[in-house]
């Protein structure tokens, strides 16, 4: 049983920077990738930024790249989402999941039904 708590979130000015912190508990979280995902008010979840295992690849939406980017202290099982230049289209709330995956997978996955656990999500919110 993989736990995985969101911190960070908060509300900001547009244009100011967050760091969001992904903590995972069980499991061996250097086999894990994982993923960023966020959802505003009527909106599907969509996808934002995924690390695969030991750092190897990095995906990103195109409304993030360039602006967000994601990293991992396997040392500390944490995974940041550094997110600069917010936007007012940027709020919502973002989550973070995991997938266990063997060795030789190194894929950054941007689909969220391939992850198998969640986290309960942390609000971010930007004001014009």
């Known amino acids: 049983q993989v736990q995985l708590i969101e911190s960070g979130g908060g509300l900001v000015q547009a244009g100011d920077s967050l760091r969001l912190s992904c903590a995972a508990s069980?499991?061996?979280?250097?086999?894990?990738?994982i993923g960023w995902f966020r959802q505003a008010p009527g909106k599907e979840r969509e996808f934002v930024a995924a690390?695969?295992?030991?750092?190897?690849?990095?995906a990103y939406s195109d409304s993030v790249k360039g602006r967000f980017t994601i990293s991992r202290d396997d040392s500390k099982k944490t995974v940041y989402l550094q997110m600069n230049s917010l936007k007012p289209e940027d709020t919502a709330i973002y989550y973070c999941?995991?997938?266990?995956?063997?060795?030789?997978?190194?894929?950054?996955?941007?689909?969220?039904?391939?992850?198998?656990?969640w986290g309960q999500g942390t609000q971010v919110t930007v004001s014009s």
């Open positions: 999941a995991s997938k266990a995956v063997i060795l030789s997978n190194s894929v950054a996955f941007s689909e969220s039904g391939m992850y198998d656990y």
């Open positions: 069980g499991g061996t979280f250097s086999r894990y990738t």
């Open positions: 690390i695969s295992r030991s750092a190897i690849n990095r």
